[in-house]
């Protein structure tokens, strides 16, 4: 079981990127599936999750209407496409895949400790 993600980068203020995650080795459309990111010195924070089936999502505040997540579970891949990107953006983002959950309206999708599998990082860095 493993996840990879990838599609970090430099970008400028402004700028977009696209986030992929890719799951080996297990189906993709049985899992939740979530993004978190850790800028240096500070703690992992829940920047987004998406139900298996794609219906259901949640988003931080400071990503409101800037990103967004959708899954093709065809391709066993989930995407975080950013756009306006900021400095404060600016962190080394990891995937997450949870196979279990509690239902999706008390799930809480920014505890790290809920997920089950990780993949290993891709680094965003937005220059001012």
């Known amino acids: 079981v493993q996840l990879q993600a990838s599609g970090g980068g430099v970008v400028e203020t402004g700028g977009s990127l696209r986030l992929s995650c890719v799951a080996s080795?297990?189906?993709?459309?049985?899992?939740?599936i979530g993004w978190f990111r850790q800028a240096p010195g500070k703690e992992r924070e829940g920047v987004s999750c998406i139900s298996k089936d794609g219906r259901s999502t949640y988003y931080d505040e400071s990503v409101k209407g800037r990103f967004t997540i959708v899954r093709d579970n065809a391709k066993n891949t989930v995407y975080l496409q950013m756009n306006s990107l900021k400095p404060e953006d600016t962190a080394v983002y990891y995937c997450?895949?949870?196979?279990?959950?509690?239902?999706?309206?008390?799930?809480?999708?920014?505890?790290?400790?809920?997920?089950?599998?990780w993949g290993q990082g891709t680094q965003v860095t937005v220059s001012s």
């Open positions: 997450a895949a949870v196979f279990r959950i509690r239902p999706w309206r008390y799930f809480d999708y920014d505890n790290p400790a809920n997920y089950d599998h």
């Open positions: 080795g297990f189906t993709l459309d049985r899992w939740t």
